[in-house]
């Protein structure tokens, strides 16, 4: 798993370092890196041009000492210095020992013609956009030719959330120092950092309470089948959804659970002859749930309706001691009655998207994350926000930030096979957590692996999750970039 902190938990880890260390010393670490990643993007050293925005504080002296460092090899690098009074004096003084032309803001800064643009303009602390001087040279870099790159975070987003407000650096690449930062993969922040390359620099990092999981992580929870298991053995999911109105719903659901890796699926609801026909392999019962057999989990609430019959089987549903996944328009009811979750003694995972989490009472801002985490908290369920960057919280706090998808996913249908996935998962004991997290980056990697062909619907995320699985399964260690 890849841990990602927020600003406060960095500045803790590096807090110890900086005072046993010698001044500087964590800087040239990450100044190092940064240089090294830069000569890799450039492809070569003599005669590339590269023009750092420099402002003042840490930030600045990361991108000054890599900047002394690619001088030193001979690139012509220049410092726009955004407050000059301010600069960091140690990298100023490397710079200029290395060659490096230094120009205030008004001077000749090289944007024009600069081969890689190194944005060092402020740093964690920061919150807001961009001050104007700043706007308006990231972007002249931005109408340039030169390759833009962020110097641990892009300036102007905000490294918790991912917020931006006004002007912010679009990166390219984004060389990131110690550990991921949300603001790096959730909210309008993954859109600014481009790929994102991790630099270690040894900081005691605690166990993270948010995390991104890797393709390896997934497949290492996608164990398959031994000698020893039986349809039984592998997972039992219940899956109520779909109505006279939209019983596609209920067989994209039953599909999807079906093509993840049950051993057996049941559906009940009004939907069974469409299911049935869709899915022989399915055990299918017209009556209510407690009709279709034993299960170890459920899914309910896709294409059901929100009436009082379809609020009645929402409510069997939740009164049992199964895990349950909540979709669609089970949350609309469970929006209504927030006793039902709230007072189970079992597992429940919440799948809305972002109008399904306002009918909760609350928007979901620009913090994701925290809004994840105060719905689980409030209601004592794991909440699996659904978005561009999908987030799920435990009740517990911990998070998880989903790194796969397309924007091709945003189409109806799609969210009815996330749901089958997740409580496939679920009926293995994954946990719900886990469980949900496993199910939306293999969703995910599923709605990339379709819109291969071109645009896609949903269907073709049940036909391509067989792929999609054996895909994981050999591995592939997608990472925080990806």
């Keep these: 798993m890849i841990g990602l902190y927020t600003a406060e938990e960095i500045r803790a880890a590096e807090a110890p370092l900086l005072a046993a ?8 670490r990450a100044a190092t890196g940064l240089a090294t990643v ?15 925005l420099v402002g003042a504080g840490n930030n600045g002296g990361d991108a000054l000492f890599a900047g002394a460092s690619l001088a030193g090899r001979g690139v012509r690098v220049t410092a726009v210095l955004l407050d000059p009074d301010r600069a960091h004096r140690a990298g100023l003084a490397a710079l200029r020992r ?34 104007p001087a700043a706007a308006a040279l990231v972007g002249q870099a931005a109408a340039g030719p030169g390759l833009m790159v962020a110097v641990d975070l892009p300036s102007g987003v905000d490294p918790d959330t991912g917020a931006v407000e006004g002007v912010a650096f679009p990166a390219q690449h984004t060389v990131t120092f110690g550990a991921g930062k949300p603001g790096l993969v959730v909210g309008e922040g993954r859109g600014y950092a481009g790929e994102v390359h991790l630099v270690e620099i040894g900081l005691p990092l605690p166990a993270p309470r948010t995390v991104r999981l890797t393709d390896d992580d997934v497949a290492a929870r996608l164990d398959p089948p031994t000698d020893d298991d039986d349809k039984y053995t592998r997972g039992v999911v219940g899956i109520v959804a779909g109505s006279a109105t939209y019983p596609g719903a209920a067989v994209l659901c039953t599909g999807a659970a079906l093509r993840t890796r049950p ?14 026909a869709a899915w022989p392999e399915a055990i299918v019962t017209a009556g209510r749930p407690s009709d279709a057999g034993r299960v170890q989990a459920w899914v309910v609430g896709p294409g059901l309706g929100t009436d009082d019959a379809a609020a009645d089987v929402v409510a069997e549903v939740l009164a049992t001691d199964l895990p349950v996944l909540v979709d669609a328009d089970a949350l609309t009811v469970v929006a209504r009655r927030p006793e039902l979750v709230r007072d189970r003694p079992a597992p429940t995972v919440l799948t809305p998207h972002d109008r399904e989490y306002a009918r909760f009472g609350g928007e979901v801002g620009s913090d994701r994350i925290g809004a994840a985490r105060r719905l689980a908290a409030d209601l004592g369920a794991v909440v699996l926000l659904k978005g561009a960057a999908t987030v799920v919280a435990g009740a517990d706090g911990r998070a998880f930030v989903n790194g796969t998808g397309t924007p091709w996913l945003a189409t109806a249908g799609t969210g009815d096979v996330l749901s089958g996935i997740a409580g496939a998962l679920l009926a293995t004991g994954l946990p719900p957590a886990e469980a949900a997290a496993v199910a939306a980056h293999v969703h995910g990697r599923a709605g990339q692996l379709a819109a291969e062909a071109g645009p896609l619907i949903a269907g073709d995320l049940v036909r391509r999750l067989p792929a999609t699985l054996a895909r994981l399964r050999r591995g592939g260690g997608a990472g925080l970039g990806d």
Excluded at 21 to 28: C, I, R, T
Excluded at 263 to 276: C, D, I, K, S
């Design 21 to 28: 260390g010698p001044e500087g010393a964590l800087m040239q």
């Design 38 to 52: 830069c000569l890799r993007l450039l492809g070569r050293a003599h005669g590339a041009r590269v023009t750092a």
């Design 98 to 131: 290395a060659g490096g032309r230094v120009v205030g803001p008004d001077g000749a800064t090289g944007l024009d013609r600069a081969d890689l643009v190194l944005d060092g303009i402020v740093g964690l602390g920061a919150r807001g956009g961009l001050r």
């Design 263 to 276: 051993g057996l699926v049941r559906y009940a609801g009004t939907a069974a002859e469409g299911v049935r």
